[in-house]
Nanobody, 126 residues
Framework: QVQLVESGGGLVQAGGSLRLSCAAS????????MGWFRQTPGKEREFVAA????????HYGDPVKGRFTISRDNAKNTGYLQMNSLKPEDTAVYYC???????????????????WGQGTQVTVSS
């Protein structure tokens, strides 16, 4: 069973940067796609970004385009989310996700991912 563990969350001022990491274990070769979602209280989980295994196909949610960068190191079984120019509205719990299926397009719906981490809190102060 694949397990995903996030790290790197914390408190940062608006305009600052954070780098989230997602360590995968247990059958990581099955992770064709890795990605990130975020959620704030009372709202649905929001797609942030995702990347397929080769790194050749990446997709970002509109609110983070141009500010966030997703990457993965398959040799280390780790995914990353570099977050720059952070805004207070980026405050949320960020979840690392994984999916084993081969797809022709990057999945952006929460229901398309089988594996979820426990989440890491990111708080951006104004």
């Amino acid at each position: 069973q694949v397990q995903l563990v996030e790290s790197g969350g914390g408190l940062v001022q608006a305009g600052g940067s954070l780098r989230l990491s997602c360590a995968a274990s247990g059958g990581t070769s099955r992770l064709y796609t890795m990605g990130w979602f975020r959620q704030t209280p009372g709202k649905e989980r929001e797609f942030v970004a995702a990347i397929i295994r080769s790194g050749g196909n990446i997709h970002y949610g509109d609110p983070v385009k141009g500010r966030f960068t997703i990457s993965r190191d398959n040799a280390k079984n780790t995914g990353y989310l570099q977050m720059n120019s952070l805004k207070p509205e980026d405050t949320a719990v960020y979840y690392c996700v994984g999916d084993w299926r081969f797809r022709t397009t990057v999945p952006i719906k929460a229901g398309e991912y089988d594996y979820w981490g426990q989440g890491t809190q990111v708080t951006v102060s104004s």
